[in-house]
Nanobody, 124 residues
Framework: QVQLVESGGGLVQAGGSLRLSCAAS????????MGWFRQAPGKEREFVAF????????YYADSVKGRFTISRDNAKNSVYLQMNTLKPEDTAVYYC?????????????????WGQGTQVTVSS
């Protein structure tokens, strides 16, 4: 069983930056593809980015490409999401997710474990 705990959310003005962290425990972190998803009020959860376990290949949603960067530190059992040039439409609860030995997917159904989420609010 893998436990995921997100941190780093908060309130920021448009154009600002935040760095989210997700700490994993209870599994072999290096064997998990890690993803970030987000859910805004009244909307469905949507894919943000993933980083694969074997090649550290990354993939981003078009809405965040060029602004967000996903990275991982296997020694610290952590995955990060650096968010720059934030926009009000980035406001959401951000979740990290883990897919064991997965090739990476933008579908939430592929992920086995989820964190509780961290709120990101971007003011205009």
């Amino acid at each position: 069983q893998v436990q995921l705990v997100e941190s780093g959310g908060g309130l920021v003005q448009a154009g600002g930056s935040l760095r989210l962290s997700c700490a994993a425990s209870g599994g072999t972190f290096s064997r998990y593809t890690m993803g970030w998803f987000r859910q805004a009020p009244g909307k469905e959860r949507e894919f943000v980015a993933f980083i694969s376990w074997i090649s550290t290949r990354t993939y981003y949603a078009d809405s965040v490409k060029g602004r967000f960067t996903i990275s991982r530190d296997n020694a610290k059992n952590s995955v990060y999401l650096q968010m720059n040039t934030l926009k009000p439409e980035d406001t959401a609860v951000y979740y990290c997710a883990a897919e064991r030995l997965g090739g990476g997917s933008s579908s939430s159904a592929h992920y086995d474990y989820w964190g509780q989420g961290t709120q990101v609010t971007v003011s205009s």
